[in-house]
Nanobody
Framework: QVQLVESGGGLVQAGGSLRLSCAAS????????MGWYRQAPGKERELVAG???????NYADSVKGRFTISRDNAKDMVYLQMNGLKPEDTAIYYC??????????????WGQGTQVTVSS
């Protein structure tokens, strides 16, 4: 069973930056898609950004130009650099992975989540 462990959340003022990290372990095979979802109070979980093992990326419209996803395949790690944070980015951010698919619309593994709070 693949385990995903996030780190890097916290409290930041609007306009600030945070970098989230996620480490995948116990995977017998290379993971295809990795990325980040988030869930704000009272809202559904939404896909923020994803990246394939080949480096193809996709972003939610709300974070384009502000967030950057990257990946280290050798270490099975994925990162989310968040700049220009806004109060509406406040949410629990979940690392997600799809073992075989190039899309994170169907997720095989979830992390436990890390809180990101942006104050105005």
């Amino acid at each position: 069973q693949v385990q995903l462990v996030e780190s890097g959340g916290g409290l930041v003022q609007a306009g600030g930056s945070l970098r989230l990290s996620c480490a995948a372990s116990r995977s017998r095979f290379s993971i295809n898609a990795m990325g980040w979802y988030r869930q704000a109070p009272g809202k559904e979980r939404e896909l923020v950004a994803g990246i394939t093992s080949g480096g193809s990326t996709n972003y939610a419209d709300s974070v384009k130009g502000r967030f950057t996803i990257s990946r280290d395949n050798a270490k099975d790690m994925v990162y989310l650099q968040m700049n220009g944070l806004k109060p509406e980015d406040t949410a629990i951010y979940y690392c997600a992975a799809s073992q075989w698919r190039a899309s994170l619309l169907s997720v095989d593994y979830w992390g436990q989540g890390t809180q990101v709070t942006v104050s105005s």
